[in-house]
Every structure is written in structure tokens, then in C-alpha cells.
């Protein structure tokens, strides 16, 4: 069956450009996560939706970063005006249920700010 | 900060097995631990996750002290596509949203 997919996998934005980052999770999955991971780095936690609750945000780094799931399903994270630290890879994942289950990562979206 | 500590790297001959150690040692009683790797390039992948007793599947085998303050990651025959940083992880069964990977640890497997 399908993944968990991003798109774009690739982005490069101006610093300053607002961009939009998109996750498809495997249908069905009421669980999503976004994290972010630096070059050489674990991922980091970002934020966390339950259907379309966001749950947790404590993760993103600045009120740049907004992140919606409106119908439970299709999520997407936003940066507004990029920094060049913003430079990293934004991986998805989603879980089956609520609860400490196995997640199931996307191949992540590899944002480049210059 | 992740709860866990593990070698930045190892190294394992291919057709050998590939014994990756974790330490935990302040995990409580309702936390699981969970390994994950990640495949350059690609998203992490679970591998496998314990409470208490030794578990198995088709991918690798999960020995987890007594104690509970460590583990082993066990592929019992290593290929080159294991090459990969592996990742152990302390997840709570009541926080479970916020996961902490730390660095982890980079397996080379070399033929």
C-alpha cells in the first residue's frame, strides 16, 4: 500500500519567502508528527495532530511556523519568512492510533534557504 | 535532550551479526524503548520496540536487560543495505507524542 508522501521533496526559497511544505499520511492514520532534521542531526520533534487537533506544538522553533490538518487527514507545515536556519529536512510521519505506536516516516522534503 | 546514549558509530563485517548497545538508564516503568534507523536519504524506519521482555521479529531481535537500563539491537546477519544510523528511543506510553531521537548511532557494514 501507499506511504506517508511530501511534496516538495526538494525546495530552495529566498530568505524571506514564505513556503509550504505538504504530508500525505497513510490513510487511515488518525496520528501525524512533523520534525525537523539538521544535517548530521536526529530528527526533532516540531508538532503533533490528533485527526485535525494539534495536539502539541511545544516543537516549532518560532510563530514563523504554523502547521494545520484541517480535515484530519493531509497536513501541512508553513514557514513564513525564511531564515537561512531554517535550512534542514522536514520529515512527517503518522501513527495508527493514539498512543506510543510505530510511526511510518515520509522520504521528507529538503528545504534550502538562501 | 535525548534520554538515551549510544556509540556516534561501529562497524560490522557483512554476514555478521551487528550488536548495537543502548543505554538508558533513567527510563521508568511505562516506557517503552524503540529503535529506528534511517537509511541515508530516506525517513526513519521502526525496527522494533520492547518494555520488559526480549522480543523478535523479521528484522532484528531486542535483548533488554533486567534492569531495564540498557539494550541491544541484534541483526543477526548484516548486509550492506544495513548500513544506516540506528536510533534507540524511550517512549512513554502517556507522552507518546513528543519522540526525542538523539544522534544515534552510525552502522557502516563493510563487505
Known amino acids: 500500500g501507499a506511504g506517508v508522501s511530501q511534496s516538495p521533496r526538494y525546495k530552495v526559497a529566498k530568505r524571506g519567502q514564505d513556503v509550504a511544505l505538504r504530508c500525505d499520511p497513510i490513510s487511515g492514520h488518525v496520528s501525524l508528527f512533523w520534525y525537523q532534521q539538521a544535517l548530521g542531526q536526529g530528527p526533532e520533534f516540531l508538532t503533533y495532530?490528533?485527526?485535525?487537533?494539534?495536539?502539541?506544538k511545544s516543537g516549532l522553533p518560532s510563530d514563523r511556523f504554523f502547521a494545520e490538518r484541517p480535515e484530519g487527514s493531509v497536513s501541512t507545515l508553513k514557514i513564513q519568512r525564511t531564515q537561512q536556519e531554517d535550512s534542514a529536512v522536514y520529515l512527517c510521519a503518522s501513527s495508527l492510533a493514539v498512543g506510543p505506536y510505530e510511526q511510518y516516516f515520509g522520504p521528507g522534503t529538503r528545504l534550502t534557504v538562501t | 535532550d535525548a534520554k538515551t546514549t549510544q556509540p556516534p558509530s561501529m562497524d560490522c563485517a557483512e554476514g555478521r551479526a551487528a550488536n548495537l548497545p543502548c543505554n538508558h538508564s533513567?527510563?521508568?516503568?511505562?516506557?517503552?524503548v524503540y529503535w529506528y534507523r534511517q537509511i541515508h536519504s530516506q525517513g526513519p524506519q521502526y525496527i522494533i520496540h520492547g518494555l520488559k521482555n526480549n522480543e523478535t521479529n523479521e528484522m532484528a531481535s531486542l535483548i533488554i536487560t533486567e534492569d531495564r537500563k540498557s539494550s541491544t539491537l541484534i541483526l543477526p546477519h548484516a548486509t550492506l543495505r544495513d548500513t544506516a544510523v540506528y536510533y534507540c528511543i524511550d517512549i512513554s506510553k502517556t507522552s507518546y507524542d513528543k519522540v526525542i531521537f538523539g544522534p544515534g548511532t552510525s552502522l557502516s557494514v563493510i563487505p
Open positions: 533513567t527510563i521508568s516503568g511505562n516506557e517503552y
Open positions: 495532530f490528533q485527526n485535525e487537533a494539534q495536539l502539541d
